[in-house]
């Protein structure tokens, strides 16, 4: 199939709003999206959620980019993957033990946790409303291959501990409302899953759209035609976006689709 465009999507804090309650997208954003998809437009969702715990959201995507780049897919068929190596996951897991913080992975099909009855483990899941099923207890005997860690920590000082340690090799992205963070490799960005579509299906730039409000965002604004930061975003955005349009409570989807002509 040829798509005229492709319009990626965050998902919290894009599609949804914890902050105020809103764990799915609105029906106005529903409709919208359907009617985006009609005329012609790959919709795809990209998240830093892994794929086993990408909640049923009542849209139709065309395509998913998860846990923060590491995976693409395309009408099921997958186009791009990465994954930490185990020298990697135990190096970081070693350190997070070492200061007694707890942590899990993940890959698109499941998640292994530290102890998935921690109490600010379960708090971080809650916060997201992640369901606790996707997660099983880590064995450390038996590392799985993953694509992405969560991480929760209790101050911001070693969260900067962290980024510092291993700059230049992995990134940590906080998470807006909770002490936790996504924990990537540091090239891996959402911008790399978005390239790896547009070039499978011959989508000029031109023609690509991405909504986000975080700075796991950042470099997917940069690499579209037309990046766009909702009304609650990071103030890295405003150097990327071309727009900022309203908040998830007030249809900022919608409201941006519009003003791009989108849905006519």
């Not at 599609?15 to 009609?38: C, F, R, V, W």
Request: glycine share 6%; charged share 25%.
């Amino acid at each position: 199939m040829q798509y005229k465009g492709a319009v990626f999507f965050d998902y919290d804090g894009t599609l949804a709003d914890e902050k105020k309650g809103i764990y799915y997208p609105t029906e106005t954003t529903k409709k919208a999206l359907k009617k985006l998809s009609e005329n012609g437009y790959m919709v795809v969702l990209a998240t830093g959620r892994a794929k086993c715990y990408v909640p049923d959201t009542g849209v139709d995507f065309d395509g998913y980019i998860t846990s923060n780049g590491a995976s693409a897919e395309v009408g099921g068929d997958v186009i791009w993957q990465d994954f930490f190596s185990s020298k990697d996951v135990l190096e970081l897991i070693d350190k997070f033990e070492s200061m007694d913080l707890y942590y899990s992975m993940e890959n698109m099909k499941q998640c292994y946790a530290r102890d998935i009855q921690n109490s600010k483990f379960v708090a971080m899941l809650d916060n997201f409303n992640i369901p606790k099923n996707v997660f099983t207890n880590l064995d450390k005997n038996n590392i799985p291959k993953v694509s992405k860690m969560l991480l929760v920590y209790n101050t911001d000082e070693e969260i900067k501990y962290l980024s510092d340690y291993f700059k230049k090799r992995f990134a940590f992205y906080k998470h807006r409302k909770f002490r936790s963070a996504d924990v990537t490799k540091h090239e891996i960005v959402k911008a790399v899953g978005a390239k790896a579509i547009c070039e499978k299906f011959n989508i000029p730039k031109q023609n690509t759209y991405a909504f986000g409000d975080g700075t796991n965002d950042y470099d997917l604004l940069n690499y579209v035609g037309h990046g766009i930061a909702m009304g609650y975003h990071h103030s890295s955005l405003d150097s990327v976006a071309e727009i900022t349009t309203d908040t998830v409570e007030n249809e900022g989807i919608y409201k941006a689709l519009v003003h791009y002509g989108l849905l006519n």
